[in-house]
Every structure is written in C-alpha cells, then in structure tokens.
C-alpha cells in the first residue's frame, strides 16, 4: 500500500470515531439538559400522534422555517433535498454489489438525481450565504464559523462535481478503498488531487461536526418547543428529577 493510502485510512478511522463518539455524546447531553416548563411552540400538537405528525412535518418541509423566513426556507430546502439525493447517490461507494440493496442504489433516478443534485447545492448554498451578508439582521448575528460551514459544503459539492463532469477519478479503485475501510481490507486510494481535496474535506466535516452547528440535525429532536404536547391543563407538567424530588419529599405530585 501507498503511504497516502495509509494515511487516509488512519485519517478515515480517526474521523468516524471522532463522528460517532462526539454525536453520541452531544445527544447524551441534549438527553439530559432539564425541561422543567411547558414550552411547546404554539399552535401546537395536542396528542402523541400530534407530535410525531409534527416533526414529520418539520424534517421533511421545515415547516416552521417555512412560516418565518421564505427566502431561507428556499435556500435551506433546497441544499437539504440536494444533500439528500447526494446522499444516495453516494450509497455506491459502501455497498457489494451482492447486497440485495445494489438494484436500488444501481438505479438510473438514484444515480441521475444525485449527479445533478450537486449543482442544486451549490445554489443553495449561495442562497444561504447571500442572505448571511445582505440581511442586515443576520450578518449581525453571524460568526466566522457559519460563513466557514457553508464555504466547507460548497467546496465538497465543488470538487465533487469537478470529479463528476471535469476530471473524473478511478471510481473502481476508489470504490475498493471505501469498502476496504468497511471491511478492515485496506485498500490503495487513488491519488488524483480533486479527490484528495474532496475526500480531506469531508475528513474535517467529519470531525467538526460534534462541535458545529450542523448539530441542528439530530438537536432538532430534543427542542421541547417542538416535542411538547401541549396539555398543560389536561395533565401536570413534571420533569423527571421533579417527580424525584417530590417522591423523596413525599408529597403527592
Ligand atoms: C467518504 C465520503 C465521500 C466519498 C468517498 C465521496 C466521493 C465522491 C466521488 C468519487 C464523486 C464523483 C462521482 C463521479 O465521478 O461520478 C463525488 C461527487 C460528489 N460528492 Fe462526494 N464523496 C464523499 C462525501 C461527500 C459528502 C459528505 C458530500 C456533501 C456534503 C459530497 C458531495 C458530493 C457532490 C455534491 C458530488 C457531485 C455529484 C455526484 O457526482 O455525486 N460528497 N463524491
């Protein structure tokens, strides 16, 4: 094996711990972080059913983005279906073309989509920054890492799609690195320079995604404003430790 290729193996290693260990942790954390009020965004679910029809509506249409900001919801909506489709398309790349999953990813939608979807993020991703420097609003609110997070997901859309309509790459030995990652049967990497920039990109997504704000994925269903029924006269509203601390007191709750 090339040095590069075995650097970008322990490089690919070090990142996915980093991922899964950060994520994981994060969430660990949102699990805990008391919600002693009642603060369900209104109108508001008033049943189970009702908070689950909400978070459908929310992942799938962003739908409260929708209410307040048009523009945004546009921008955001279309990076994230882009992401999407990407997403699929890139399925090829981590599964054996004996998987019963290979037909699927294999489709000319699947594979067609995806290929074009990088130029639907790339707008996207303009959109969202455009509004970030010519909101006043927002540019106030705006630190260096939200410009940073947009620049790194256009420049892995970028040179994904260098790779796709101007220089492509071995994809054949590209497909055995990733699924030699998958299958601890290490494999060489092809060295051409748009697929080390894209692949190093996504390393360091990777492992600033635990600390950035792309955290809003998973963060999203820990928002009591969103996973709150809203029956504060029907039933009393307690938090665990509340219900704890009444229990040791000995009160009723
Ligand atoms: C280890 C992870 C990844 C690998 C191995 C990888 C590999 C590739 C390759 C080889 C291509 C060119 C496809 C072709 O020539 O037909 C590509 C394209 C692309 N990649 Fe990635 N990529 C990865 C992660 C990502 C991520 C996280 C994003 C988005 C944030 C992304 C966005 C894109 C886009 C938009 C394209 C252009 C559309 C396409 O041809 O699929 N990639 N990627």
């Known amino acids: 094996m090339t040095a590069l290729s075995i650097i970008y ?7 996915m711990i980093t991922l899964v260990a950060g994520v994981t942790n994060k969430i660990m954390q949102y699990a805990r972080v008391p919600a002693p009020l009642k603060v369900p965004v209104t109108p508001a679910p ?8 909400r978070f459908f509506t929310e992942v799938v249409f962003f739908n409260s983005l929708f209410r307040s900001t048009k ?12 992401l999407l489709l990407a997403f699929f398309r890139h399925l090829r790349y981590v599964i054996s073309p004996n998987s019963f999953l290979w037909p699927i990813v294999n489709l000319e939608p699947v594979q067609a989509f995806g290929k074009y979807a990088g130029f639907a993020m790339v707008f996207g991703l303009i959109g969202l920054f455009g ?6 609003r927002v540019r106030y ?32 030995q ?14 060489n990497l092809p060295d051409d320079i748009i697929l080390l920039t894209h692949l190093t990109l996504v ?18 269903f820990f928002a009591p404003t969103r996973y709150q029924i809203d029956n504060p006269r029907e039933k009393r509203h ?7 601390l009444e229990a040791k007191d000995g009160r009723n709750s």
Not at 205 to 217: D, E, N, Q, T, V
Not at 238 to 243: H, I, V
Request: proline share 4%; glycine share 6%.
């Open 9 to 15: 193996v322990l490089l690919f290693y070090v990142a």
């Open 46 to 53: 008033l049943t189970k059913t009702g908070v689950v029809y």
């Open 71 to 82: 523009w945004t919801w546009v921008f955001g909506w279309i990076f994230h279906l882009a």
């Open 131 to 136: 509004r970030r420097i010519f909101v006043d």
């Open 141 to 172: 609110i705006s630190s260096p890492s939200d410009y940073l997070m947009l620049i790194l997901l256009a420049a892995i859309a970028i040179t994904g799609l260098s790779m796709s309509f101007v220089a492509h790459t071995d994809i054949v």
């Open 174 to 187: 590209l497909k055995a690195f990733t699924m030699g990652l998958l299958l601890f049967d290490w494999q």
């Open 203 to 220: 390393l360091f997504l990777m492992m600033i995604f635990p600390i950035s704000k792309l955290l809003h994925a998973p963060g999203l």
């Open 238 to 244: 307690l938090s665990p430790w509340g219900a704890e």
